[in-house]
């Protein structure tokens, strides 16, 4: 089994030394930190890790988790995939409350996340936010006791928890409890615990907030554009794409929306998913997997019971092949996402109409290998017409 770090988890504890949650940290085994890596990407991946990557050792979700996210995910409202009991949001510094972010919070809390203050300042840009906070975390190293007062006094009014947090000695654990501390976190108490197992690759996070955004009930363009500029492999590809001759207009593309918008979303789906795969799998696994996916929706195109369901078809047969993919666990991956149960059941048993037409598909690439029996002459043609496609679409990127 894959021992690799996934992530760091430092419990917090109460009054009677009881673990009441715990905090999530940013770990990886090269050793990079949040600022190494980026704040976006390293909220996006240890939330991945999280849900997708955690072994048994793992007795966190027991208790709230402490997330320290980055000010872009607030703004997304993207939400945690977690269960919102679960989740306590730290809010620090260097997340400017602007009017903008203040609303997003206001969303999330609505949902039924709870946020803690952590590095705050007192200023009146601040105020805003202390109705959304159930804790106050206090860096006692960091904190003078006139700093200490000063908060306590602008917070006093307010019914949150109060949290001692780089908890050194016995002696500091029993003054903060003097002073009227609720909980308690440091190297006196529990060093971070490492949580290692499967690590699900960058490709992995990169695919599934791709999936997320493409296949949403209702696709927005703008966030869509956003999470696409991120990548600049992606965009610039996706550029080249929008001026091929597949695409080439009369106008020129003078923005990556326009060339978004160009490319039209159902082709959109295809490119972005080709890209993001080519990443994290071989050329060979792409081809194999886009194949099954592009002919999985020609199929439902080419059945009157299944009008409509096209866009369906190619998601439940790119999942079902997740694991050739990228080399992730596929039940976990897609357990992340939020598809409907009949997606989930063709990608994973090969059930419901849409389960059928992937359990045809794969029967032709079995028969293709030597290791399966007849197969509908119909559904081969329309295979090997899509593996053709789909080295054009492989041609051109290359």
Same mark, same amino acid.
């Given at each position: 089994?894959?021992?690799?770090?996934?992530?760091?988890?430092?419990?917090?504890?109460?009054?009677?030394?009881?673990?009441?949650?715990?905090?999530?940290?940013?770990?990886?085994?090269?050793?990079?930190? *949040?600022?190494? &890596?980026?704040?976006?990407?390293?909220?996006?991946?240890?939330?991945?890790?999280?849900?997708?990557?955690?072994?048994?050792?793992?007795?966190?979700?027991?208790?709230?988790?402490?997330?320290?996210?980055?000010?872009?995910?607030?703004?997304?409202?993207?939400?945690?995939?977690?269960?919102?009991?679960?989740?306590?949001?730290?809010?620090?510094? +260097?997340?400017?409350?602007?009017?903008?972010? !203040?609303?997003?919070?206001?969303?999330?809390?609505?949902?039924?996340?709870?946020?803690?203050?952590?590095?705050?300042?007192?200023?009146?840009?601040?105020?805003?936010?202390?109705?959304?906070?159930?804790?106050?975390?206090?860096?006692?190293?960091?904190?003078?006791?006139?700093?200490?007062?000063?908060?306590?006094?602008?917070?006093?009014?307010?019914?949150?928890?109060?949290?001692?947090?780089?908890?050194?000695?016995?002696?500091?654990?029993?003054?903060?409890?003097?002073?009227?501390?609720?909980?308690?976190?440091?190297?006196?108490?529990? +060093?971070? $615990?490492?949580?290692?197992?499967?690590? !699900?690759?960058?490709?992995? &996070?990169?695919?599934?907030?791709?999936?997320?955004?493409?296949?949403?009930?209702?696709?927005? /363009?703008?966030?869509?554009?956003?999470?696409?500029?991120?990548?600049?492999?992606?965009?610039?590809?996706?550029?080249? $794409?929008?001026?091929?001759?597949?695409?080439?207009?009369?106008?020129?593309?003078?923005?990556?929306?326009?060339?978004?918008?160009? /490319?039209?979303?159902?082709?959109?789906?295809?490119?972005?998913?080709?890209?993001?795969?080519?990443?994290?799998?071989?050329?060979?696994?792409?081809?194999?997997?886009?194949?099954?996916?592009?002919?999985?929706?020609?199929?439902?195109?080419?059945?009157?019971?299944?009008?409509?369901?096209?866009?369906?078809?190619?998601?439940?047969?790119?999942?079902?092949?997740?694991?050739?993919?990228?080399?992730?666990?596929?039940?976990?991956?897609?357990?992340?996402?939020?598809?409907?149960?009949?997606?989930?059941?063709?990608?994973?048993?090969?059930?419901?109409?849409?389960?059928?037409? *992937?359990?045809?598909?794969?029967? *032709?690439?079995?028969?293709?290998?030597?290791?399966?029996?007849?197969?509908?002459?119909? *559904?081969?043609?329309?295979?090997?017409?899509?593996?053709?496609?789909?080295?054009?679409?492989?041609?051109?990127?290359?």
């Amino acid at each position: 089994m894959d021992n690799s770090t996934l992530l760091a988890y430092q419990p917090i504890y109460d009054r009677q030394l009881d673990i009441v949650g715990g905090e999530l940290l940013y770990r990886n085994d090269n050793g990079l930190s *949040v600022l190494d &890596v980026g704040e976006e990407y390293a909220t996006s991946e240890l939330i991945f890790q999280l849900c997708t990557g955690i072994t048994e050792q793992f007795e966190g979700f027991n208790h709230p988790l402490y997330i320290n996210v980055s000010k872009d995910f607030v703004l997304s409202d993207a939400f945690l995939p977690l269960e919102p009991s679960r989740v306590i949001v730290e809010l620090v510094e +260097r997340i400017e409350p602007t009017p903008e972010l !203040i609303e997003a919070i206001a969303r999330w809390h609505k949902k039924g996340f709870r946020f803690a203050l952590d590095d705050f300042e007192l200023s009146p840009a601040w105020q805003p936010l202390f109705k959304y906070c159930d804790v106050v975390k206090i860096d006692i190293e960091q904190t003078s006791p006139e700093q200490l007062q000063k908060i306590r006094n602008a917070l006093s009014n307010k019914p949150m928890k109060w949290l001692a947090e780089r908890v050194e000695t016995h002696a500091q654990l029993e003054h903060y409890k003097r002073l009227g501390f609720d909980y308690f976190q440091g190297y006196f108490l529990s +060093r971070p $615990i490492t949580i290692t197992g499967q690590k !699900i690759n960058p490709a992995g &996070v990169n695919l599934g907030q791709i999936i997320q955004l493409l296949y949403s009930a209702e696709v927005d /363009i703008q966030k869509l554009t956003e999470a696409v500029s991120r990548e600049p492999t992606m965009s610039l590809k996706l550029l080249k $794409i929008a001026n091929s001759p597949f695409y080439r207009g009369q106008s020129e593309i003078s923005s990556l929306q326009q060339a978004l918008m160009r /490319i039209g979303l159902e082709q959109l789906k295809r490119w972005v998913v080709l890209i993001a795969s080519l990443e994290g799998g071989s050329t060979a696994s792409v081809h194999h997997v886009l194949t099954r996916a592009m002919a999985c929706a020609e199929l439902a195109r080419n059945n009157q019971a299944l009008q409509g369901k096209a866009e369906q078809a190619f998601l439940a047969a790119l999942l079902s092949g997740v694991d050739i993919l990228i080399g992730v666990d596929k039940e976990a991956f897609i357990g992340q996402l939020t598809v409907s149960d009949e997606i989930q059941q063709a990608a994973l048993k090969q059930r419901g109409v849409l389960g059928g037409l *992937v359990s045809m598909v794969i029967n *032709v690439e079995h028969a293709a290998h030597g290791h399966g029996g007849k197969v509908n002459p119909r *559904v081969l043609s329309i295979y090997n017409e899509q593996n053709l496609r789909t080295r054009e679409l492989l041609n051109t990127l290359a």
